[in-house]
Nanobody
Framework: VRFVESGGGLVQPGGSLRLSCAASGFTFSSYAMSWYRQAPGKERELVARITSGGGSTNYADSVKGRFTISRDNAKRTVYLQMDSLKPDDTAVYYC??????????WGQGIQVTVSS
C-alpha cells in the first residue's frame, strides 16, 4: 500500500487549499478513505471520511461547512477541499485506509499552515 499526498503549503486565513492523496497497492474503489490531521502537541484527529463509492461522507464538527472530501475511483485518488481556512486548521494532514483485518495504512503526511 502506498500513498502520495500533495497540495499542502502556506495559506492566509480565509484562503483555500486542495489536498490530494493518490493510492496504490490495494483495490481503491472497495474501501472507504479518510483524512486525519495532527497539530503540534495534539492527538491525531479524524477530519473527514468518504465511503468506497463516494455516496456518503462525514466530517468533524470543526470543519463542517468548510471542508469537502471527494474521490475519483478511476484515478485512485481522494481529495480534501479546504475553504475558509483558519489558523486552527494548521496541522499535518494524513490520508488513511483501513483494509480487511482492521489494518490501517497511512500516508506520509503533508503540512498545512494557515497564517498571515
Amino acid at each position: 500500500v502506498r500513498f502520495v499526498e500533495s497540495g499542502g503549503g502556506l495559506v492566509q486565513p480565509g484562503g483555500s487549499l486542495r489536498l490530494s492523496c493518490a493510492a496504490s497497492g490495494f483495490t481503491f474503489s472497495s474501501y472507504a478513505m479518510s483524512w486525519y490531521r495532527q497539530a503540534p502537541g495534539k492527538e491525531r484527529e479524524l477530519v473527514a471520511r468518504i465511503t468506497s463509492g463516494g455516496g456518503s461522507t462525514n466530517y468533524a464538527d470543526s470543519v463542517k461547512g468548510r471542508f469537502t472530501i471527494s474521490r475519483d475511483n478511476a484515478k485512485r485518488t481522494v481529495y480534501l477541499q479546504m475553504d475558509s481556512l483558519k489558523p486552527d486548521d494548521t496541522a499535518v494532514y494524513y490520508c488513511k485506509v483501513q483494509l480487511q483485518g482492521a489494518q490501517n495504512y497511512w500516508g506520509q503526511g503533508i503540512q498545512v499552515t494557515v497564517s498571515s
